[in-house]
């Protein structure tokens, strides 16, 4: 069974930056796919950086490229999301999901209508 644990959400002031983690457990970055999602208040959900060992490529969503960087420490077994030069917009609940075997593009797995496994969501809030 995998479980996905998100975490480093808090209250940043804008243009500050933050560093989220999804330690995961029953899962091996090694046919995967894996990715971050959040949802404000209000709004659909939205993936925001996803990457897959199908295409070895990080898919950003626009509102976030050149800002945000997804990664990975397989030793580690966890996938980290830094989020550079926030912004008021940035506020949401932050998720990490995974799919494995990944067997899909990155940015087909950022759809969110494909990942198998859900963590909580880690709070961010970005004050103007």
């Known amino acids: 069974e995998v479980q996905l644990q998100a975490s480093g959400g808090g209250l940043v002031q804008t243009g500050g930056y933050l560093r989220l983690s999804c330690a995961a457990s029953?899962?091996?970055?090694?046919?995967?796919?894996i990715g971050w999602f959040r949802q404000a208040l209000g709004k659909e959900r939205e993936g925001v950086a996803c990457?897959?060992?199908?295409?070895?490529?990080?898919y950003y969503a626009d509102s976030v490229k050149g800002r945000f960087a997804i990664s990975s420490d397989n030793a580690k077994n966890t996938a980290y999301l830094l989020l550079n030069s926030l912004k008021p917009e940035d506020t949401a609940v932050y998720y990490c999901?995974?799919?494995?075997?990944?067997?899909?593009?990155?940015?087909?797995?950022?759809?969110?209508?494909?990942?198998?496994?859900w963590g909580r969501g880690t709070l961010v809030t970005v004050s103007s």
């Open positions: 990457m897959s060992s199908n295409d070895g490529i990080q």
């Open positions: 999901a995974s799919r494995s075997p990944g067997r899909t593009s990155s940015e087909n797995f950022c759809s969110g209508e494909i990942a198998t496994d």
């Open positions: 029953g899962f091996r970055f090694y046919d995967y796919a």
